[in-house]
């Protein structure tokens, strides 16, 4: 059994425990929060033996083999480094910290202990998102020229909520822009050049916020996030051949249609269980079980070139959260 903890009890904690019931292997024993109050509460809800009041003490359990960290963006640093410097492997909410430099002190903390350490980037564990990636290293649509992917929402947000907050890194960027990014970098790799816009909102961060990534290979990304417009949660994978569609949700579809040169659309789907999250469970567990430090799935290297990327951009619209 891998035996889990989460730490935090907002709205992904609950998904993602729910979605463990769903994986072989996996044991729920310990929750952490910031009050034994809000604890003990998820611990009933969801039937969690173990409930601690703080984070240290979760992290202090020698009976978890893994934590989940599922607080607001600008605490996944603070909150990671309490479970790696116990010698807690992690499995991190995206995006896994505010900016590059922080993400990189996390992974040379978890490399230099040897523990494992995971950004929850769920999407690049997602088996139909597996097979489109496949499918395109087989050259199905021929040499890529470009993606397109938009995560767009309406809200609107109520005023607390975290979204709004810039000390908790809020903004579309972070939040859902992180989506469009990761795509195009797991197609595309890490773009040679960036430019971006956006609208800030009252808080100063992004609210609506437009991207194109350009490639030495000649292929372009056109990417855009929101929070205060419904783009439709749709991606297209564009090759010299042909190209693949992704419904929404992209980052978590349920199919997709190939289109080929000169032959009829191909649409593949599969019923997937749960929200999508157990996927990214099953890998930490195979990781773990190997004896892996990373996974190849969401390798270290990769989420410090996209936690650049959004350094990036946000120097270029204006955006800090401190
Ligand atoms: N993978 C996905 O599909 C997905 C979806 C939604 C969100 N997320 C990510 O998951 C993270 C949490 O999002 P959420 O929607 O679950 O947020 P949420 O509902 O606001 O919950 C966050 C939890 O973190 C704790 N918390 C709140 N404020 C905090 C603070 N200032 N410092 C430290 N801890 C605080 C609280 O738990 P306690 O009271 O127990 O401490 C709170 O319930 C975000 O980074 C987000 O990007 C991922």
Same mark, same amino acid.
């Given at each position: 059994?891998?035996?889990?903890?989460?730490?935090?009890?907002?709205?992904?904690?609950?998904?993602?425990?729910?979605?463990?019931?769903?994986?072989?292997?996996?044991? &729920? #024993? =310990?929750? @952490?929060?910031?009050?034994?109050? !809000? +604890?003990? /509460?998820?611990?009933?809800?969801?039937?969690? *033996?173990?409930?601690?009041?703080?984070?240290?003490?979760?992290?202090?359990?020698?009976?978890?083999?893994?934590?989940?960290?599922?607080?607001?963006?600008?605490?996944?640093?603070?909150?990671?480094?309490?479970?790696?410097?116990?010698?807690?492997?992690?499995?991190?909410?995206?995006?896994?910290?505010?900016?590059?430099?922080?993400?990189?002190?996390?992974?040379?903390?978890?490399?230099?202990?040897?523990?494992?350490?995971?950004?929850?980037?769920?999407?690049?564990?997602?088996?139909?998102?597996?097979?489109?990636?496949? &499918? #395109? =290293?087989? @050259?199905?649509?021929?040499?890529? !020229? +470009?993606? /397109?992917?938009?995560?767009?929402?309406?809200? *609107?947000?109520?005023?607390?909520?975290?979204?709004?907050?810039?000390?908790?890194?809020?903004?579309?960027?972070?939040?859902?822009?992180?989506?469009?990014?990761?795509?195009?970098?797991?197609?595309?790799?890490?773009?040679?050049?960036?430019?971006?816009?956006?609208?800030?909102?009252?808080?100063?961060?992004?609210?609506?916020?437009?991207?194109?990534?350009?490639?030495?290979?000649?292929?372009?990304?056109?990417?855009?996030?929101?929070?205060?417009?419904?783009?439709?949660?749709?991606?297209?994978?564009?090759?010299?051949?042909?190209?693949?569609?992704?419904?929404?949700?992209?980052?978590?579809?349920?199919?997709?249609?190939?289109?080929?040169?000169?032959?009829?659309?191909?649409?593949?789907?599969?019923?997937?269980?749960?929200?999508?999250?157990?996927?990214?469970?099953?890998?930490?567990?195979?990781?773990?079980?190997?004896?892996?430090?990373?996974?190849?799935?969401?390798?270290?290297?990769?989420?410090?070139?996209?936690?650049?990327?959004?350094?990036?951009?946000?120097?270029?619209?204006?955006?800090?959260?401190?």
């Amino acid at each position: 059994m891998t035996r889990w903890g989460i730490l935090a009890t907002g709205h992904i904690a609950a998904r993602f425990a729910e979605d463990l019931r769903l994986v072989p292997g996996a044991e &729920l #024993v =310990a929750v @952490g929060s910031r009050s034994a109050e !809000t +604890a003990e /509460r998820f611990a009933q809800r969801h039937g969690v *033996p173990r409930a601690y009041a703080s984070w240290a003490d979760l992290a202090a359990d020698a009976e978890v083999d893994v934590i989940y960290v599922a607080t607001p963006h600008a605490a996944h640093h603070e909150a990671a480094l309490t479970c790696l410097t116990a010698g807690r492997p992690a499995l991190v909410e995206k995006p896994f910290t505010l900016d590059l430099a922080t993400s990189t002190e996390l992974i040379d903390t978890a490399r230099a202990a040897g523990v494992f350490l995971m950004e929850a980037m769920w999407m690049r564990c997602n088996p139909l998102i597996r097979r489109v990636c496949q &499918l #395109v =290293a087989e @050259g199905a649509i021929g040499t890529l !020229t +470009a993606v /397109r992917a938009d995560f767009g929402v309406a809200g *609107p947000f109520p005023p607390d909520h975290r979204m709004r907050a810039r000390q908790l890194g809020g903004g579309a960027l972070l939040d859902l822009g992180v989506y469009p990014i990761s795509l195009a970098h797991l197609l595309l790799g890490a773009p040679q050049h960036v430019r971006s816009w956006a609208k800030l909102g009252p808080e100063g961060t992004d609210e609506n916020t437009g991207l194109i990534f350009g490639y030495d290979t000649g292929a372009v990304a056109t990417l855009s996030c929101s929070m205060v417009g419904a783009t439709g949660l749709t991606a297209s994978i564009i090759g010299s051949t042909g190209r693949i569609d992704l419904p929404e949700p992209f980052f978590r579809p349920d199919g997709f249609t190939l289109h080929r040169a000169d032959a009829e659309p191909e649409t593949v789907t599969e019923e997937l269980a749960g929200s999508g999250y157990q996927y990214e469970a099953i890998e930490v567990q195979r990781c773990l079980a190997a004896g892996l430090t990373e996974s190849p799935l969401v390798p270290h290297s990769t989420t410090l070139e996209i936690m650049g990327l959004l350094d990036d951009i946000r120097a270029q619209i204006g955006v800090s959260y401190l």
